[in-house]
């Protein structure tokens, strides 16, 4: 009897894979990295655009797989990804727009 092919490979391939929560903890970081990367493309456009502007990154605990940018004058929203995506990269505001946004609602003040 001759068997070909990739007879044995699945027992190894299935020992090898990390577990749930290795997998949670990895997608955890780089879920936190791409937020946070985001945050600073944001925050450097905005103080290109403005220079002596006061940027504050999460004055408060954020909601979960959310992006948002409020003016923290009078609390108006700048930009929300909350109803956005799938794909996660919606969820993310080009810097140019929230640029825009902010100054918009600087000239209706």
């Not at 007879?7 to 903890?25: I, L, Q």
């Not at 990367?37 to 925050?43: I, L």
């Not at 940018?69 to 993310?92: A, Q």
């Not at 810097?95 to 609602?105: C, G, N």
Request: aromatic content about 4%; hydrophobic content about 30%; charged content about 35%.
């Amino acid at each position: 009897c001759l068997y070909l092919g990739r007879r044995g490979t699945k027992r190894k391939a299935e020992e090898e894979k990390p577990s749930m929560e290795e997998k949670r903890d990895r997608e955890g970081e780089n879920g936190q990295q791409v937020y946070g990367r985001n945050a600073e493309e944001v925050k450097s456009a905005l103080l290109a655009a403005i220079p002596g502007l006061t940027v504050v990154v999460n004055p408060e605990k954020p909601r979960r797989n959310s992006f948002e940018i409020t003016l923290l004058d009078g609390e108006t929203p700048l930009w929300t990804g909350i109803k956005k995506g799938p794909p996660r990269k919606l969820k993310f505001p080009q810097p140019d727009v929230v640029v825009a946004a902010l100054q918009e609602a600087l000239k209706a003040e």
